[in-house]
């Protein structure tokens, strides 16, 4: 029994891992373009907090040790991301995320530390540790459950990325089968809630996924058309309005549809807010190059 749940760690290690090391595309790009842009960065500064704790409760659990090395590795990755996003975060956004850098992964940090290692004594000690480890934990995974309600309002799973829900439904799977293997209540009732989370997440997954294609392909037929329509209507136009629009770039004078167009652009860039939840942040690269290849697209059509 305690070499297959060693293996069972050694495999919720790799897969733990894995999951922290999801963000490692979006911080290449940060580093590249020198801009956090709309990313933020609560879902690392807490994430820092729990395997920092997480790690700590494996130094005192006898046995521990297969929990202390993948939140060791958690906890250096998380540290690594939010050191990154300090550095490249605007003013502002910066001065907000080091309040709460001090707030949680100092203060709170150190205080749940000094009240286990001053205030309790033996068993109490991985008790208080235990409980306040698996409140980080739950929450982590009841997060997604605004994306599953997105999911359900909207039929579409544009914002729950697959491989994402998958790995973190069998990374809480993986955990609540050790928990189990070595009785403890503390790691396995927040994983076996996000296992439950997970399935569920997997099941809206395979609902929608057939709505969504075929939506998306209704959507790119009615644009094709609707493009196909505004050429044909606008070819007489542009011809009739070619020699005034010379006349008005020799001038130095702009496009009005250009203008027009360079202010909804960044209108939609200051109104722009995005949820916390770590579904939305790992789908949101995939939507900015969207809209960025639809803004290509319209600049070509108006030029």
């Not at 999951?19 to 790009?29: G, K, Y």
């Not at 807490?46 to 409760?57: A, E, I």
């Not at 033996?122 to 739950?138: E, M, Q």
């Not at 075929?214 to 644009?223: G, L, P, W």
Request: charged share 15%.
């Amino acid at each position: 029994m305690t070499s297959l749940s060693f293996i069972i760690g050694i495999i919720g290690n790799v897969i733990s891992i894995l999951v922290f090391a999801s963000p490692i595309e979006t911080f290449t790009e940060i580093v590249k373009k020198k801009s956090t842009e709309n990313y933020k960065g609560v879902p690392y500064i807490t994430t820092l907090l729990s395997t920092g704790l997480w790690t700590f409760y494996g130094i005192l659990k006898p046995g521990g040790l297969l929990i202390m090395t993948v939140n060791g590795a958690g906890a250096a990755s998380q540290l690594t991301y939010v050191i990154l996003f300090l550095i490249y975060a605007p003013k502002d956004k910066k001065i907000n995320s080091m309040k709460l850098v001090a707030l949680l992964d100092v203060g709170l940090f150190s205080s749940v530390i000094a009240v286990t290692l001053l205030v309790l004594y033996g068993k109490l000690r991985l008790t208080f540790i235990g409980i306040v480890c698996s409140a980080l934990t739950i929450g982590m995974y009841a997060s997604p459950l605004v994306v599953m309600r997105t999911v359900v309002r909207t039929k579409s799973i544009k914002y729950m990325p697959f491989l994402l829900s998958f790995f973190l439904f069998l990374n809480a799977g993986v955990w609540t089968a050790y928990a189990m293997l070595v009785k403890d209540i503390y790691i396995g009732v927040p994983n076996a809630i996000g296992f439950v989370l997970g399935s569920a997440q997997l099941i809206l997954y395979t609902i929608y996924k057939n709505k969504s294609a075929s939506e998306n392909s209704a959507e790119e037929t009615q644009k094709d058309e609707e493009e196909g329509a505004a050429h044909l209507s606008n070819g007489g136009i542009e011809m009739a309005k070619g020699s005034r629009d010379h006349g008005a770039l020799s001038k130095g004078g702009s496009l009005p549809i250009i203008q027009q167009y360079s202010a909804k652009k960044s209108a939609k860039k200051v109104g722009k807010a995005l949820s916390v939840s770590p579904y939305e942040l790992h789908s949101m690269r995939s939507h900015q190059r969207e809209e960025e290849k639809e803004e290509c697209h319209l600049e070509g059509g108006n030029n």
